[in-house]
C-alpha cells in the first residue's frame, strides 16, 4: 500500500503567522511519530500518538506548538505565531504497534515538510 | 539518558571504496540499534537494525554489529556506488528509557564516480 505522505511538502510563512502540517501515516498503523530536522541536528522528537491519544508531548518545545490525530489515522501539527527558530524539515513516522514491547519495530518516515520562516 | 554519536560528516569516497560511518551510544537498559537511510528527496528508511549484543544486522551490501563491549554499532560497506550517497542515522530504542526512538545526527555520504 502506499507509504507515509505529508502536506505540503514546502511552506514559506511570515513570522507571527500560523501554519499546519498534515501527516497521512500508513493504513492501520496506530502509532505517529512527529520530528523536527533542523539544520545540521539530528532528528528531535517532537511528539507521539497511540491512536488519537498523545501519550507523549515531551519534546514539543514550546506551547505555541500543538498536535491532533483524528480517527486514528490523520495527524496535524500546528505552530502558531510561527519564530525563525521554528524554520526546519518537519518529519512524520508510523509504525503499526508502538509503545512499550516494541523495541524492534521499524519506523515509517514520509519525505517531510519543508518550513521556511522568513 | 539516552544518546547517540555519530562521526561527522560528509563522509567522501570513491567508487568501490570501503565505507565505515561509526556510532557510539549510551543508554540505561537493553537498547535495539538501528541505522536508517535518507535518499535525497526522500523520507527516512530503515537499512538495518540489530536486537541483542553480538547480533550482526545486513542489508544490501551494508553491515553493523552490535558491541555491547564497546557500545558501538559501525555501519560498514564492502565497496560503495555512487547510488549510495545518502543521509545515515543511527538510532536506538530502549528497554530502560522511553520506548520512542533516540537519532543521532546523520553522516552524510558523498561516493564520487
Known amino acids: 500500500g502506499a507509504g507515509v505522505s505529508q502536506s505540503p511538502s514546502n511552506k514559506v510563512t511570515e513570522k507571527g503567522k500560523d501554519v499546519e502540517l498534515r501527516c497521512d501515516p500508513i493504513?492501520?498503523?496506530?502509532?505517529l511519530y512527529w520530528y523536527r530536522q533542523s539544520l545540521g541536528q539530528g532528528l528531535e522528537f517532537l511528539i507521539y500518538?497511540?491512536?488519537?491519544?498523545?501519550?507523549?508531548k515531551s519534546g514539543l518545545p514550546s506551547d505555541r506548538f500543538s498536535a491532533e490525530r483524528t480517527g486514528g489515522s490523520v495527524s496535524t501539527l500546528t505552530i502558531q505565531r510561527t519564530q525563525q527558530e521554528d524554520s526546519a524539515v518537519y518529519l512524520c513516522a508510523s509504525s503499526l504497534r508502538g509503545g512499550p514491547g516494541t523495541l524492534t519495530e521499524t519506523q515509517y518516515f514520509g519525505p517531510g515538510t519543508r518550513l521556511l520562516v522568513l | 539518558g539516552d544518546s547517540v554519536t555519530q562521526m561527522e560528516g560528509p563522509v567522501t569516497l570513491s567508487e568501490e571504496a570501503f565505507l565505515t560511518i561509526n556510532c557510539t551510544y549510551t543508554a540505561t537498559g537493553y537498547p535495539s540499534l538501528f541505522w536508517y537511510v535518507q535518499y535525497p528527496g526522500e523520507g527516512l528508511q530503515l537499512l538495518l537494525k540489530a536486537t541483542k549484543a553480538d547480533d550482526k544486522g545486513s542489508n544490501k551490501g551494508f553491515e553493523a554489529t552490535y558491541r555491547k563491549e564497546t557500545t558501538s554499532f559501525h555501519l560498514e560497506k564492502g565497496s560503495v556506488q555512487v547510488s549510495d550517497s545518502a543521509v545515515y542515522f543511527c538510532a536506538l530504542s530502549d528497554t530502560g528509557g522511553s520506548y520512542i526512538p533516540t537519532f543521532g545526527r546523520g553522516t552524510s555520504l558523498i561516493v564520487h564516480p
Open positions: 500518538f497511540q491512536g488519537n491519544s498523545a501519550p507523549d
Open positions: 493504513s492501520g498503523h496506530t502509532a
